[in-house]
Structure formats: C-alpha cells, structure tokens
C-alpha cells in the first residue's frame, strides 16, 4: 500500500476521520453529469452513536425531472454505443471502487453500523459482481433455424430505468442496478435509502467522469422521492429492493405508465438441518447465515428447523457461538456485529422479542437490548416457539433466530413453505443429492444445499410469493431489464 493510501486508510479508520472527511467534501447529487446540491438537507444517522453523522442534500422534483430528462436524452446514444463500449466504461467504475474502497467502506460502517471489515467486503464484491454481469452475453439467440428461415431473439434497451435501493447493503445493491441497466443499454436514475445515502453519493462523484453526461444520476431524498419516481411519466422501469409493504406501493403507484417492474423484497428464509449433517462443518456456516449483518440481509436464514435427534446439539452450538460474538461500533477492532441500522427497525426488533418471552420462548443465548446510545440487540437464539409466533412468522430483521424442532422431513417443507414469504431457503446434509431433491420443494426463488446466501451472478436471483417477482443476475436477471423481440428472418431467395 502506497503512503497516500495509507494516509487515506488512516483517516477513514475512525467516525470522527470520516465526519471529518465528509464535513471538507459534502456529498452531492450527480444529476445530467453535474453535481448539485439541494436547498433542504437531513440528517444521516450513525447507528451505533444514535447520532447524526452528517447531512445529506434532499433532492427537489425539479431536480429529478432533470435528471430523467437528461437519462431520456443520453439514453439513445448510449445504447448505440458499441457493447465492449458500454462494458469498459463498468470496467473504470470497478477500478474506481477499488481505488476508493477505504472511504466507501468507512461511510458505509459509519452510516450503516456493519464492522468496518465487513464494509470492505461489501465493496470490493460490489466490484468484483459488476465485472461478473458484465462478462455475460447480451448475443441474439437463436430459437429456430430452418430451411425456410430463423427465428432470433434479439432485446432492446426499455430507456430509463428508476433504482430505490435499500440501507442494509448500500452498495452492493446499488452497484448490480447500476450495472443491469447501464450494460443493456438503459441509463438510469438511482435513489438510495435516506437511512444511508452516503456512501452512494459519494460513489455518484467518482462516477461523474465515467460516463456521458445522464447516462448515470444519483439522487437523495426521502419516501415523497420515491414515490415521485414510480410515479415519473419519463421512467419506463423500476428495479426496488426492499419492505413488501414498500414494494406493494412502488407497485400501485407504478401501475399508471405500465412500468416494468423487479421488486426484491423481504425474505424468511427456512434452513432445515437433516440428522445425519456434519455439525462441525455446518454450525459456523449456519450462524454466519442466520447473523451476518446483524440479521439485516433479505436473505439470510429467518428460521431453523433441526431434526429432533440433534436438536439440543444445534442449539447449544449456535448459543456458543452467538455468546462468543462481540457487538459494538463497527470502527472498533475484534467487533463482529454492529447495531441494527435505525431506530424504526430497532423498535420492531424489540417488540418480536417482548413477544417472544410472553409467548414462553426459551432463550439460550442473547435476549437482551444493550443500555447504550446505539440501536444494539444482543445476538439471540430461541427455542420452544410454535408457529404462530411473531418471530417465526414475521421476518425481524435484526440478530435475533428461532430453532424449531421437526420429526419428520414432510412435515418440515410444510411448515417452511407456510408463509407469505419466499426468497430463499436450504437443506442441509450429508447426503448432498437427497437433500437436493428436498430444497427443490421448497417454495422460494433460490435455493441452497449446504450453504445459504451464497449466490453466483450468473444465476438468477429473485424472490416467489411476496417476496417479489423479476430476477436480477444471469442472463435472465439482464433480460429484465430489456424488452424481448422476437426476429423472424425468411431464408434467403424466398419470397
């Protein structure tokens, strides 16, 4: 690491480095190529302190008709630009994020409460999925050739792709948006969660030189701003990850222009563990599933269900684990899970836990809400909940995850697919191709054998039930965001 980098790395080591940073180089909207600022500004605030950390410009409607009209704009010549065009104009964004991975990762660790290792991480596989999406195909396919001709599928462009991407992950939720639309020849215009907008504003500013002027627009604002892009006349398609109650408004109030929509919503994702599993192997993968994040991943594992002849092992094992954890500030060293992000969510951790001890629920390790300034919950592991609990049918988000114990393998795919829910879920076992067979019967998107939240952009990712609809990765995630045409071409020399 060269000194410059060091000296950066040093001042993004800590909250007060990176207010600092923040206070000399305000964020700024990148808007048709131009960074502005807005006349009214929010607070942003750090979970782990309950305090702001630093304000973010709160972008007008006018500001937004700005922008679409400049994506409108620039949207046709960036799709007739040659593909390899499109995709090393990603490639200088990815460079870019790695440049620059130590203040990203200290705004995100400072706004959003993940450690600061973990922030990191999120950046660079940012990077590392943008140059993943980019390297699939975006060929015609051919359906049918015959003598007395073809039939190709070719995909155009839709035009202007609305983001809204949520706080758990800023970054490397924004970054595939970005990437989808921008690679199919879309331009876009990307809103991040008020709760963390930061780190995506500050991403809008290394991206300002990167590409033509509109192809790129990143805007701050609260829920009005949402709701005026779903709404925009000039935005053909929203791509929202997020609340299912947030997705059925995004929803309803994109149905006036017929948007096309991707919604990637809530998850509860169910992880059934079969009598013969390796324990030893599968424990810390189980609990990395089930808390990374502090629980705050769509995907993470919602509910256990465990094979009553290993039940008491599996818990005592994930207690162990969870009371190893250390909780605090994501700038401290040896902190495994920061707090939950906000105060809103925070409360609604807390009331699936006081719903949980009147419901009789067992708790083996954790329980507890920290008296401290910040959002924080203690890594929690309960058992003796029946179905209709609030913490087994509610998704918590947040460091807090139910055991269930099953006797039979039918009766566990039923009560994991009873719910409103289905994003994803796994099945784990020795016997890797009977447990296969199992996750296929599972009523969700995506499903793993041995492993959860393990994704390869080349796959599909998305959500059944209210877990949302549309996919984003693979070429069926890119398809999304293109309109299908289909191409009949007669052989030549017929009439």
Known sequence: MSAVMKQAAAAFSSAQGTMESLRAAPVRHLVAGRLEDSPRKFPVINPATGESCGMCPEATKEQLDRAVAAAAQAQPMWAAAPVEKRRER??????LLRENESELAALITMEQGKPLPRALDEVRRAAMQLERVTALSLEPKLLRDAPDGRI????????????ITPWNMPIVLAVPKITHALYTGNTIVLKPSPYTPLSTLRLAEYAQEVFPAGVLNILAGGDDFGRWMSE???????????SIATGKKVMASSAGGLKRLTLELGGNDAALVLPDVDLANALPKIFAAAFANSGQVCMAIKRLYVHESIHDAVV?????????????DGFEPGVTLGPVQNRAQHEIVKRILADTRQRGGRFVAGGNVPDAAGYFVEPTVVTGLAEDAALVQEEPFGPVLPVLSFRDVDEAVQRANATRFGLGGSVWSRDVEAAAGIAARLESGVAW???????????????????????????????????????????????
Request: charged share 20%; aromatic share 6%; hydrophobic share 45%.
């Open 152 to 163: 190709e599928l070719r995909r155009r462009p839709l035009g202007v792709v609305g983001a």
């Open 316 to 328: 005592d094992g994930l207690a162990a684990l969870a009371r190893g954890a250390r909780i605090g």
């Open 449 to 495: 054998v041995n492993s959860h939240m393990a994704l390869d952009v080349c796959a599909p990712f998305g959500g059944a039930k209210e877990s949302g609809f549309g996919r984003e990765y693979g070429e069926e995630g890119l398809g999304e965001y293109t309109e299908s045409v289909a191409l009949y071409v007669p052989a030549a020399g017929t009439a």
């Open 90 to 95: 990603l490639a200088v964004l990815a460079a």
């Open 232 to 242: 925009h006349p000039g935005i053909a398609k929203i791509s929202f990850t997020g």
